[in-house]
């Protein structure tokens, strides 16, 4: 078939100029780190076949023809077109069908979004689309495969679209998805959550973590009859007006200091400590009749930062010593860094705990339980009320009670912790390797880092991260086919579906982000 030849094709924004040959059809890019094979882009497919189509034989005219083409569609689309260009060069991923549905999704959602974060507003661009997931495993609309690290932000810790949870929400389906009346089925996930985290005695079931942690407010300021409450500077527990205060997560991310709409009386009675600084923690309890101190006992809504193990004892001597409540939420690292939570993993005990995320197995899920004298203070057992249309569903107790089985399986955790250990190591290795500061650390299926020296103890240290530097990295990770969390501010996670074939990859692709970085 001819061969026509167009040179100096100059990709604009793109920072890399190539040479593209068309050949019956197909246009190769050649350049420094980029790789063959490329698909033609639209406008070039276009060029080419409408001088397929001409009268003229020239070659030159060919050659004139097409170079034009493409110069003008890549002038006239930007800097995004030639992002686009270079992503597609460096890892043969297209992204046009998810660039479509996301610009009509921000004509009929605010953002384009259901959940803030998930625009890639701190990254920059747009995001991916997904169509379906499997495993350790998420494919976009445009056909593209990535390992992914988000995992719904927490839920697929037995791997995406499980085999066993599919057959048995397909078997419960046969009976109903809602009954709205009391099922045999919460008993069962009620006594599995019991028997697993040492403070539980007693649970509600709702639909998510934000419900369960508006439950929990409410509870614990009914058990004491105190309002104030202690929380600490960037750490999130949804988006009930009385904890979006310096609440770090999404807030961080869009860069708002708080929320507009929520009144001045909804947060009056909302007290902020410092994460790993028991001093400011007493100060606090000292000049106030305070209901309860709450806290992520892993921070993963500023980015991962664990605990010392001394924070959690001395905030339980504390809160015992001046009569507050011990809360943990554990809507996150609930099952995940161990069976029992993060109580199990350090041996402290709060009094009550929030749940969410994997005791649902993918299915909208939320829980707060604890000792059993207070939870009796929820209605219809005793005057706090909370209600919930969906509560303990079906559907969700179903997928909920096979996740759980599945990580009680000897060699869970261990792999777990395995998977994620060598994947941290490995990605701060590449950095230090490259020149740059990246801090970070995880726990079992649990990890996170940051862009600078470190150590990053609370959320003001987590603050000086460069995240510019992790927006660059985060995109050039996504273009080689790696789904990481995009925001500096939330942890990221591993499932029993990863593999070391999977960590290897990872790793191997952070060495060559780090090196262009």
Known sequence: MKTETATALCVAGAGACAVGVVTGGAFAVGGQGQRPGLRRSTATAAAADAQASSTSSSSAVVTSSVAAGVLVAAAGAGRRRGARALRSARGGYETTKSESIFNEAKTIMPGGVSSPVRAFKSVGGNPVVFDRVKGAYAWDVDNNKYIDYVGTWGPAIIGHADDTVLKALAAQMEK???FGAPCALENELAKMVIEAVPSVEMVRFCNSGTEACMGMLRLVRAFTKRDAVIKFEGCYHGHGDAFLVQAGSGVATLGLPDS???????????????????????????NNEVAAVILEPVVGNSGFIPPTKEFLVGLRELTTKYGALLVFDEVMTGFRIAYGGAQEHFGVTPDVTTM?????????????????????????AGPMYQAGTLSGNPLAMTAGIETLKRLKQPGSYEHLDKMTSKLINGILDAAKAAGHQVCGGSISGMFGFFFCEGPVTCFADATKSDTEKFAKWHRMMLERGVYLAPSQYEAGFTSLAHTEEDIDKTIAAAKEVFAQL
């Open 176 to 178: 109903g998805t809602s």
């Open 260 to 286: 507009p709409g929520v009144p001045k009386g909804a947060t009056s009675g909302t007290l902020c400590a410092q994460y790993n600084n028991l001093d400011s923690v007493e100060e606090l309890l000292k």
């Open 356 to 380: 969410g995320k994997v005791i649902g197995g993918g299915l909208p899920v939320g829980a707060y339980g604890g000792r059993k004298d207070i939870m009796e203070m929820v209605a219809p």
